[in-house]
Protein backbone atom coordinates (compact mmCIF):
# COMPACT_ATOMS: atom_id res chain seq x y z
CA UNK A 1 0.00 0.00 0.00
CA UNK A 2 1.19 3.45 -0.65
CA UNK A 3 0.83 5.71 2.16
CA UNK A 4 1.56 8.54 0.55
CA UNK A 5 -1.38 8.26 -2.02
CA UNK A 6 -3.52 6.99 0.38
CA UNK A 7 -2.97 10.16 2.70
CA UNK A 8 -3.54 12.49 -0.88
CA UNK A 9 -6.66 10.67 -1.50
CA UNK A 10 -8.29 11.07 1.85
CA UNK A 11 -6.97 14.52 2.66
CA UNK A 12 -9.83 16.91 2.82
CA UNK A 13 -9.70 20.38 4.25
CA UNK A 14 -11.74 21.10 7.69
CA UNK A 15 -14.18 23.29 5.74
CA UNK A 16 -14.71 20.24 3.18
CA UNK A 17 -14.75 17.60 6.47
CA UNK A 18 -17.19 19.49 8.17
CA UNK A 19 -19.34 19.88 4.82
CA UNK A 20 -19.34 15.91 4.44
CA UNK A 21 -19.31 14.62 8.07
CA UNK A 22 -20.74 17.38 9.86
CA UNK A 23 -18.09 16.61 12.64
CA UNK A 24 -14.71 18.07 13.80
CA UNK A 25 -12.03 16.26 12.11
CA UNK A 26 -9.52 16.04 14.81
CA UNK A 27 -10.37 12.96 17.08
CA UNK A 28 -10.02 14.13 20.22
CA UNK A 29 -12.66 16.69 19.95
CA UNK A 30 -15.25 13.77 20.30
CA UNK A 31 -15.39 12.13 23.31
CA UNK A 32 -15.11 8.23 22.99
CA UNK A 33 -17.20 5.57 24.78
CA UNK A 34 -14.30 3.65 26.27
CA UNK A 35 -14.56 -0.27 26.17
CA UNK A 36 -18.48 -0.18 26.06
CA UNK A 37 -19.49 -1.81 22.74
CA UNK A 38 -21.64 0.27 20.38
CA UNK A 39 -24.51 -2.84 21.14
CA UNK A 40 -24.40 -2.47 24.37
CA UNK A 41 -25.31 1.33 24.13
CA UNK A 42 -28.29 0.72 22.52
CA UNK A 43 -30.36 -0.95 25.74
CA UNK A 44 -28.95 1.97 28.13
CA UNK A 45 -31.76 1.27 30.76
CA UNK A 46 -30.44 -2.56 31.15
CA UNK A 47 -29.91 -3.28 34.68
CA UNK A 48 -28.16 -6.62 35.48
CA UNK A 49 -30.29 -8.69 37.71
CA UNK A 50 -29.67 -10.05 41.26
CA UNK A 51 -26.81 -12.74 42.47
CA UNK A 52 -27.89 -16.07 43.14
CA UNK A 53 -27.85 -16.16 47.50
CA UNK A 54 -29.00 -19.75 48.28
CA UNK A 55 -28.71 -23.46 47.62
CA UNK A 56 -31.15 -24.70 44.72
CA UNK A 57 -31.82 -27.64 42.28
CA UNK A 58 -32.25 -27.77 38.63
CA UNK A 59 -32.91 -30.07 35.99
CA UNK A 60 -30.54 -28.02 33.89
CA UNK A 61 -27.56 -25.11 34.96
CA UNK A 62 -26.56 -22.99 31.96
CA UNK A 63 -23.03 -21.02 32.76
CA UNK A 64 -23.17 -18.56 30.51
CA UNK A 65 -25.33 -15.40 29.49
CA UNK A 66 -24.05 -15.24 25.70
CA UNK A 67 -25.80 -16.83 22.86
CA UNK A 68 -25.36 -20.08 23.45
CA UNK A 69 -26.50 -19.52 27.08
CA UNK A 70 -29.41 -17.85 26.43
CA UNK A 71 -30.23 -20.05 22.96
CA UNK A 72 -30.24 -22.92 25.15
CA UNK A 73 -32.36 -21.40 27.57
CA UNK A 74 -34.91 -20.25 24.94
CA UNK A 75 -35.13 -23.40 23.07
CA UNK A 76 -35.16 -26.03 26.13
CA UNK A 77 -37.23 -24.61 28.15
CA UNK A 78 -39.86 -24.75 25.18
CA UNK A 79 -39.10 -27.91 24.90
CA UNK A 80 -39.36 -28.78 28.15
CA UNK A 81 -41.69 -26.29 30.09
CA UNK A 82 -42.06 -29.10 32.63
CA UNK A 83 -38.09 -28.95 33.87
CA UNK A 84 -36.73 -26.31 35.78
CA UNK A 85 -34.02 -24.44 33.96
CA UNK A 86 -31.53 -22.27 35.86
CA UNK A 87 -28.88 -19.42 33.90
CA UNK A 88 -25.97 -18.37 35.62
CA UNK A 89 -23.87 -15.54 34.74
CA UNK A 90 -20.97 -14.08 35.74
CA UNK A 91 -21.50 -10.44 35.11
CA UNK A 92 -24.70 -9.47 33.26
CA UNK A 93 -26.46 -10.79 30.20
CA UNK A 94 -24.15 -10.16 26.98
CA UNK A 95 -21.19 -9.11 28.88
CA UNK A 96 -19.31 -11.40 27.08
CA UNK A 97 -17.97 -11.34 23.17
CA UNK A 98 -21.66 -11.95 22.56
CA UNK A 99 -22.34 -8.04 22.99
CA UNK A 100 -18.77 -6.98 22.14
CA UNK A 101 -18.23 -8.78 18.44
CA UNK A 102 -18.47 -7.16 14.85
CA UNK A 103 -22.10 -7.80 14.69
CA UNK A 104 -22.04 -9.77 11.49
CA UNK A 105 -24.30 -12.78 10.86
CA UNK A 106 -22.70 -14.74 9.18
CA UNK A 107 -23.10 -18.23 7.04
CA UNK A 108 -20.48 -21.26 7.25
CA UNK A 109 -17.94 -22.30 10.19
CA UNK A 110 -14.01 -22.29 9.99
CA UNK A 111 -12.04 -25.36 10.25
CA UNK A 112 -13.76 -27.52 7.99
CA UNK A 113 -10.92 -30.18 6.41
CA UNK A 114 -12.01 -31.83 2.81
CA UNK A 115 -15.54 -31.08 3.03
CA UNK A 116 -17.75 -33.18 0.30
CA UNK A 117 -20.46 -31.78 -1.16
CA UNK A 118 -23.32 -33.11 1.10
CA UNK A 119 -21.13 -31.17 4.12
CA UNK A 120 -20.93 -28.06 2.06
CA UNK A 121 -24.51 -27.94 1.43
CA UNK A 122 -25.48 -29.44 5.14
CA UNK A 123 -23.27 -26.43 6.90
CA UNK A 124 -24.78 -23.83 4.68
CA UNK A 125 -28.49 -24.99 5.67
CA UNK A 126 -27.77 -25.10 9.13
CA UNK A 127 -26.35 -21.35 8.98
CA UNK A 128 -28.49 -19.78 6.70
CA UNK A 129 -31.48 -21.64 8.96
CA UNK A 130 -29.95 -20.39 11.96
CA UNK A 131 -30.24 -16.67 10.32
CA UNK A 132 -34.10 -17.24 9.96
CA UNK A 133 -34.72 -18.55 12.96
CA UNK A 134 -32.40 -15.52 15.26
CA UNK A 135 -34.96 -13.48 12.78
CA UNK A 136 -37.98 -15.54 13.30
CA UNK A 137 -37.42 -15.04 17.73
CA UNK A 138 -37.04 -11.30 16.82
CA UNK A 139 -40.47 -11.12 14.33
CA UNK A 140 -42.18 -14.21 16.92
CA UNK A 141 -41.44 -12.20 20.53
CA UNK A 142 -41.73 -8.40 18.69
CA UNK A 143 -38.24 -7.57 20.39
CA UNK A 144 -36.96 -4.48 20.15
CA UNK A 145 -33.86 -5.79 18.31
CA UNK A 146 -31.61 -3.70 15.91
CA UNK A 147 -30.67 -5.96 12.48
CA UNK A 148 -30.28 -5.75 8.80
CA UNK A 149 -30.57 -8.60 6.08
CA UNK A 150 -29.08 -7.22 2.89
CA UNK A 151 -26.14 -9.47 2.78
CA UNK A 152 -22.85 -10.01 3.07
CA UNK A 153 -19.53 -9.39 0.69
CA UNK A 154 -16.28 -11.61 1.14
CA UNK A 155 -14.04 -9.21 -0.84
CA UNK A 156 -10.82 -10.85 -2.75
CA UNK A 157 -7.02 -8.93 -2.81
CA UNK A 158 -5.50 -11.01 -5.77
CA UNK A 159 -6.33 -10.97 -8.94
CA UNK A 160 -5.87 -15.07 -8.39
CA UNK A 161 -8.30 -14.80 -5.16
CA UNK A 162 -10.87 -13.46 -7.17
CA UNK A 163 -10.56 -16.07 -10.00
CA UNK A 164 -10.95 -19.17 -7.33
CA UNK A 165 -14.06 -17.29 -5.75
CA UNK A 166 -15.61 -16.82 -9.07
CA UNK A 167 -15.26 -20.54 -9.73
CA UNK A 168 -16.24 -21.60 -6.04
CA UNK A 169 -19.21 -19.37 -6.60
CA UNK A 170 -20.19 -21.35 -9.64
CA UNK A 171 -19.30 -24.94 -7.44
CA UNK A 172 -22.00 -23.47 -4.71
CA UNK A 173 -24.59 -22.19 -7.21
CA UNK A 174 -24.96 -26.05 -8.68
CA UNK A 175 -25.37 -26.83 -5.19
CA UNK A 176 -28.31 -24.60 -5.27
CA UNK A 177 -26.51 -22.07 -2.79
CA UNK A 178 -27.39 -19.09 -3.74
CA UNK A 179 -24.39 -16.83 -3.19
CA UNK A 180 -23.31 -14.50 -6.16
CA UNK A 181 -20.06 -13.61 -7.72
CA UNK A 182 -19.77 -10.19 -8.23
CA UNK A 183 -16.43 -8.15 -10.10
CA UNK A 184 -15.04 -4.86 -9.66
CA UNK A 185 -18.19 -3.28 -11.50
CA UNK A 186 -20.34 -4.21 -9.45
CA UNK A 187 -18.97 -4.31 -6.52
CA UNK A 188 -18.75 -0.41 -6.45
CA UNK A 189 -22.42 -0.87 -7.20
CA UNK A 190 -22.62 -1.93 -3.40
CA UNK A 191 -19.31 -0.49 -2.17
CA UNK A 192 -16.67 1.27 -3.63
CA UNK A 193 -13.63 0.05 -1.77
CA UNK A 194 -9.60 0.12 -2.91
CA UNK A 195 -7.33 -2.32 -3.39
CA UNK A 196 -9.89 -5.06 -3.89
CA UNK A 197 -10.55 -7.68 -7.55
CA UNK A 198 -13.61 -8.99 -6.73
CA UNK A 199 -16.52 -10.25 -4.04
CA UNK A 200 -18.70 -13.52 -3.16
CA UNK A 201 -21.95 -11.73 -2.13
CA UNK A 202 -24.64 -13.47 0.05
CA UNK A 203 -27.72 -12.01 0.08
CA UNK A 204 -28.94 -13.90 3.26
CA UNK A 205 -26.76 -12.42 5.44
CA UNK A 206 -26.47 -9.68 7.55
CA UNK A 207 -26.24 -7.38 10.55
CA UNK A 208 -27.18 -7.72 14.28
CA UNK A 209 -27.11 -5.55 17.93
CA UNK A 210 -26.18 -8.86 20.01
CA UNK A 211 -26.52 -7.07 23.26
CA UNK A 212 -30.60 -5.94 22.06
CA UNK A 213 -30.98 -9.39 20.98
CA UNK A 214 -29.71 -11.02 24.15
CA UNK A 215 -31.25 -8.45 26.51
CA UNK A 216 -34.52 -8.16 24.90
CA UNK A 217 -34.88 -11.93 25.52
CA UNK A 218 -34.34 -12.18 29.30
CA UNK A 219 -38.29 -11.47 30.12
CA UNK A 220 -39.23 -13.94 27.15
CA UNK A 221 -36.55 -16.85 29.55
CA UNK A 222 -38.26 -15.72 32.82
CA UNK A 223 -42.18 -15.82 30.98
CA UNK A 224 -41.16 -19.33 30.06
CA UNK A 225 -40.08 -20.49 33.87
CA UNK A 226 -36.38 -20.12 33.60
CA UNK A 227 -34.76 -18.72 36.50
CA UNK A 228 -31.74 -15.54 35.72
CA UNK A 229 -29.33 -14.98 38.25
CA UNK A 230 -26.57 -11.97 37.03
CA UNK A 231 -23.72 -11.46 38.83
CA UNK A 232 -23.21 -14.94 39.79
CA UNK A 233 -19.92 -16.32 38.44
CA UNK A 234 -19.28 -19.84 39.24
CA UNK A 235 -16.12 -21.01 41.09
CA UNK A 236 -16.40 -24.62 40.62
CA UNK A 237 -17.76 -27.36 38.94
CA UNK A 238 -18.20 -30.99 40.73
CA UNK A 239 -18.85 -34.02 38.04
CA UNK A 240 -21.36 -36.57 39.22
CA UNK A 241 -24.56 -37.56 38.12
CA UNK A 242 -25.64 -34.66 39.90
CA UNK A 243 -23.63 -31.73 39.33
CA UNK A 244 -22.56 -29.32 41.59
CA UNK A 245 -22.08 -25.68 40.98
CA UNK A 246 -20.30 -23.53 43.66
CA UNK A 247 -20.89 -19.70 43.29
CA UNK A 248 -19.99 -16.78 45.83
CA UNK A 249 -23.32 -17.08 47.71
CA UNK A 250 -24.85 -19.94 46.77
CA UNK A 251 -25.37 -23.59 45.17
CA UNK A 252 -26.84 -25.21 42.31
CA UNK A 253 -27.18 -29.20 42.19
CA UNK A 254 -28.67 -29.80 38.37
CA UNK A 255 -29.12 -33.14 36.70
CA UNK A 256 -27.25 -31.67 33.73
CA UNK A 257 -25.31 -28.31 32.84
CA UNK A 258 -24.05 -26.12 29.98
CA UNK A 259 -21.04 -24.63 29.36
CA UNK A 260 -21.91 -21.46 27.47
CA UNK A 261 -18.53 -19.76 28.69
CA UNK A 262 -16.85 -20.09 25.58
CA UNK A 263 -13.39 -17.38 25.83
CA UNK A 264 -13.54 -18.06 29.95
CA UNK A 265 -14.51 -22.21 29.70
CA UNK A 266 -10.45 -22.76 30.46
CA UNK A 267 -11.36 -20.95 33.89
CA UNK A 268 -13.71 -23.78 35.26
CA UNK A 269 -10.76 -25.97 34.63
CA UNK A 270 -12.36 -27.34 30.93
CA UNK A 271 -10.95 -27.65 27.17
CA UNK A 272 -7.91 -25.86 28.02
CA UNK A 273 -5.81 -27.70 25.67
CA UNK A 274 -8.57 -26.66 22.99
CA UNK A 275 -8.84 -23.21 23.30
CA UNK A 276 -7.56 -20.36 24.48
CA UNK A 277 -8.87 -16.64 24.54
CA UNK A 278 -8.05 -14.35 22.00
CA UNK A 279 -8.95 -10.69 22.78
CA UNK A 280 -10.31 -8.94 19.13
CA UNK A 281 -10.03 -5.11 19.43
CA UNK A 282 -13.20 -3.36 17.72
CA UNK A 283 -14.34 0.43 16.81
CA UNK A 284 -17.09 2.50 15.93
CA UNK A 285 -17.70 5.57 14.08
CA UNK A 286 -20.21 8.09 15.61
CA UNK A 287 -23.86 7.52 13.06
CA UNK A 288 -23.07 8.61 9.64
CA UNK A 289 -26.68 9.90 7.73
CA UNK A 290 -27.36 7.57 4.11
CA UNK A 291 -25.46 10.80 2.17
CA UNK A 292 -22.98 10.52 4.52
CA UNK A 293 -22.58 6.88 4.04
CA UNK A 294 -22.83 7.35 0.36
CA UNK A 295 -19.93 9.93 0.26
CA UNK A 296 -17.93 7.45 1.74
CA UNK A 297 -18.70 5.15 -1.07
CA UNK A 298 -20.95 2.95 0.94
CA UNK A 299 -24.19 2.06 -0.84
CA UNK A 300 -25.60 -0.88 0.23
CA UNK A 301 -24.83 -4.27 2.04
CA UNK A 302 -24.42 -5.00 5.64
CA UNK A 303 -21.21 -5.84 5.72
CA UNK A 304 -17.34 -7.29 4.06
CA UNK A 305 -14.63 -8.99 5.26
CA UNK A 306 -11.89 -9.85 3.44
CA UNK A 307 -9.57 -12.88 2.74
CA UNK A 308 -6.23 -11.72 3.95
CA UNK A 309 -4.85 -14.12 6.92
CA UNK A 310 -5.88 -11.49 9.95
CA UNK A 311 -9.00 -10.65 8.62
CA UNK A 312 -10.63 -7.27 8.76
CA UNK A 313 -14.52 -6.97 8.73
CA UNK A 314 -16.85 -3.88 8.87
CA UNK A 315 -20.42 -3.77 9.25
CA UNK A 316 -22.89 -0.48 8.83
CA UNK A 317 -26.19 -0.60 11.44
CA UNK A 318 -29.28 0.47 10.54
CA UNK A 319 -28.53 3.67 12.34
CA UNK A 320 -25.38 4.40 10.51
CA UNK A 321 -22.44 3.65 12.72
CA UNK A 322 -19.85 1.52 10.74
CA UNK A 323 -17.96 -1.08 12.86
CA UNK A 324 -14.39 -1.90 12.01
CA UNK A 325 -12.09 -4.74 13.48
CA UNK A 326 -9.14 -7.46 12.27
CA UNK A 327 -6.46 -6.42 9.78
CA UNK A 328 -3.30 -7.05 11.66
CA UNK A 329 -1.61 -8.47 14.41
CA UNK A 330 -2.13 -5.04 16.75
CA UNK A 331 -5.98 -5.94 16.56
CA UNK A 332 -5.64 -9.05 18.28
CA UNK A 333 -3.92 -9.76 21.68
CA UNK A 334 -3.48 -13.17 24.04
CA UNK A 335 -2.77 -12.46 27.50
CA UNK A 336 -0.44 -15.12 29.64
CA UNK A 337 -2.16 -18.10 31.01
CA UNK A 338 -5.62 -17.27 29.66
CA UNK A 339 -6.35 -14.18 30.99
CA UNK A 340 -9.47 -12.83 30.10
CA UNK A 341 -9.72 -9.21 31.60
CA UNK A 342 -8.27 -6.64 29.08
CA UNK A 343 -7.09 -3.46 30.06
CA UNK A 344 -8.33 -1.09 28.71
CA UNK A 345 -5.35 0.28 26.43
CA UNK A 346 -5.80 -0.05 22.62
CA UNK A 347 -4.85 2.95 21.61
CA UNK A 348 -1.97 1.37 18.38
CA UNK A 349 -4.93 -1.36 17.75
CA UNK A 350 -7.41 1.30 16.77
CA UNK A 351 -4.59 3.51 14.55
CA UNK A 352 -3.96 0.20 12.72
CA UNK A 353 -7.57 -0.72 12.31
CA UNK A 354 -7.91 2.98 10.94
CA UNK A 355 -4.80 2.04 8.95
CA UNK A 356 -6.63 -1.29 7.62
CA UNK A 357 -9.94 0.61 7.00
CA UNK A 358 -8.56 3.33 5.13
CA UNK A 359 -6.69 1.15 2.53
CA UNK A 360 -10.56 0.05 1.79
CA UNK A 361 -12.12 3.18 2.15
CA UNK A 362 -9.66 6.37 1.86
CA UNK A 363 -12.35 9.05 3.14
CA UNK A 364 -13.21 7.06 6.69
CA UNK A 365 -9.75 8.52 7.79
CA UNK A 366 -12.38 11.59 7.94
CA UNK A 367 -14.97 10.05 9.77
CA UNK A 368 -14.73 10.30 13.92
CA UNK A 369 -14.78 6.71 16.30
CA UNK A 370 -17.51 7.10 18.89
CA UNK A 371 -17.02 3.64 20.82
CA UNK A 372 -14.12 1.31 20.96
CA UNK A 373 -14.10 -1.95 22.75
CA UNK A 374 -12.87 -5.50 23.21
CA UNK A 375 -14.37 -9.00 23.42
CA UNK A 376 -13.10 -12.37 24.61
CA UNK A 377 -12.98 -15.09 21.82
CA UNK A 378 -12.49 -18.91 22.07
CA UNK A 379 -9.98 -19.82 19.19
CA UNK A 380 -9.29 -23.45 18.49
CA UNK A 381 -6.22 -24.23 16.28
CA UNK A 382 -7.62 -25.17 13.48
CA UNK A 383 -10.44 -22.57 14.15
CA UNK A 384 -13.60 -25.21 14.25
CA UNK A 385 -15.92 -25.13 16.84
CA UNK A 386 -17.41 -27.84 18.83
CA UNK A 387 -21.54 -28.39 20.03
CA UNK A 388 -21.65 -31.76 22.33
CA UNK A 389 -21.97 -33.10 25.44
CA UNK A 390 -19.29 -35.20 27.37
CA UNK A 391 -18.19 -36.58 30.92
CA UNK A 392 -18.84 -39.93 32.51
CA UNK A 393 -22.48 -39.69 33.18
CA UNK A 394 -23.10 -37.82 29.44
CA UNK A 395 -24.31 -34.89 31.39
CA UNK A 396 -21.64 -31.81 30.73
CA UNK A 397 -23.15 -30.16 27.45
CA UNK A 398 -21.19 -27.60 25.56
CA UNK A 399 -20.61 -25.60 22.48
CA UNK A 400 -17.73 -23.02 21.81
CA UNK A 401 -14.81 -22.32 19.60
CA UNK A 402 -16.89 -20.60 16.86
CA UNK A 403 -13.76 -18.29 15.94
CA UNK A 404 -15.19 -15.41 14.77
CA UNK A 405 -18.52 -16.65 13.75
CA UNK A 406 -20.30 -17.18 16.86
CA UNK A 407 -23.92 -14.08 16.00
CA UNK A 408 -24.89 -17.51 14.15
CA UNK A 409 -22.93 -20.52 15.18
CA UNK A 410 -23.73 -20.09 19.09
CA UNK A 411 -27.17 -19.31 18.55
CA UNK A 412 -28.08 -22.49 16.33
CA UNK A 413 -25.60 -24.07 19.43
CA UNK A 414 -28.59 -23.95 21.59
CA UNK A 415 -30.83 -25.56 19.40
CA UNK A 416 -28.18 -28.53 18.72
CA UNK A 417 -27.72 -28.77 22.36
CA UNK A 418 -31.50 -28.76 23.20
CA UNK A 419 -31.47 -32.03 20.33
CA UNK A 420 -28.69 -33.59 22.07
CA UNK A 421 -30.91 -33.75 25.28
CA UNK A 422 -33.67 -34.79 23.47
CA UNK A 423 -32.01 -37.86 21.87
CA UNK A 424 -33.17 -35.87 18.75
CA UNK A 425 -29.95 -34.77 16.79
CA UNK A 426 -30.07 -37.02 13.26
CA UNK A 427 -30.08 -33.71 11.30
CA UNK A 428 -26.83 -32.64 13.28
CA UNK A 429 -24.54 -35.38 12.66
CA UNK A 430 -22.27 -35.81 10.19
CA UNK A 431 -21.61 -31.93 10.70
CA UNK A 432 -18.19 -30.66 11.25
CA UNK A 433 -19.09 -28.69 14.60
CA UNK A 434 -21.10 -32.00 15.72
CA UNK A 435 -18.96 -33.44 18.53
CA UNK A 436 -15.94 -32.27 16.66
CA UNK A 437 -12.78 -32.83 18.34
CA UNK A 438 -9.25 -29.97 19.03
CA UNK A 439 -6.26 -30.17 17.93
CA UNK A 440 -4.10 -30.03 21.28
CA UNK A 441 -2.48 -26.29 22.26
CA UNK A 442 0.40 -26.28 24.09
CA UNK A 443 0.14 -25.35 27.79
CA UNK A 444 2.05 -21.78 29.75
CA UNK A 445 4.80 -21.22 28.84
CA UNK A 446 5.14 -22.47 25.48
CA UNK A 447 1.46 -21.22 24.66
CA UNK A 448 2.12 -17.84 25.23
CA UNK A 449 5.97 -17.68 24.08
CA UNK A 450 4.79 -19.84 20.92
CA UNK A 451 1.99 -17.11 20.39
CA UNK A 452 4.14 -13.83 20.55
CA UNK A 453 6.99 -15.48 18.19
CA UNK A 454 4.87 -16.47 15.54
CA UNK A 455 3.00 -13.32 14.84
CA UNK A 456 5.57 -11.24 15.59
CA UNK A 457 7.66 -12.86 13.12
CA UNK A 458 5.09 -13.75 10.25
CA UNK A 459 2.92 -11.04 10.84
CA UNK A 460 -0.15 -14.15 10.78
CA UNK A 461 -2.04 -16.24 13.69
CA UNK A 462 -0.66 -19.16 14.31
CA UNK A 463 -2.83 -21.75 13.02
CA UNK A 464 -3.30 -25.39 11.84
CA UNK A 465 -4.94 -25.97 8.37
Not at 311 to 325: A, D, K, L
Amino acid sequence: MNLLTLAEKSMLTAAQAAAIWGYPTRLEKMAIDENRSLWATYTPDYQAGPPLRQSITADLAIIGGGFTGVSTAYHFSRRYPEKKVVLLEAKSLANGASGRNGGMMLNWVYGVEHPTPETIKGIYEATSGAIAMILDIIREHQLAVSYRQDGCLEVKTTPESAEAAHAETEMLNQLGIPVQYLDTAALRGKIELDNVYGAMFDPSEGQLNGAQFIRALRPVLVEQGVEIYEQTPVLKVKEGAEVVLTTPQGEVKAKAIVLATNGYTGKLGYFRKAIFPLHSHVFATAPLSAEQQAALGWHSAAAYADDVNRISYSSRTPEGHIVFGGGSNASYDYRFNNGTAYPNRIDRAVQAMQQTMAGYLPKSQQVPIAHRWTGTLAISFRRNCSVGVMGENRNVYYGLGYSGHGVVMANLAGKVITDIYSGDDEQWRGLPFYQASFAPIPLEPFRWMGYQLFTRLTGRSPRLG
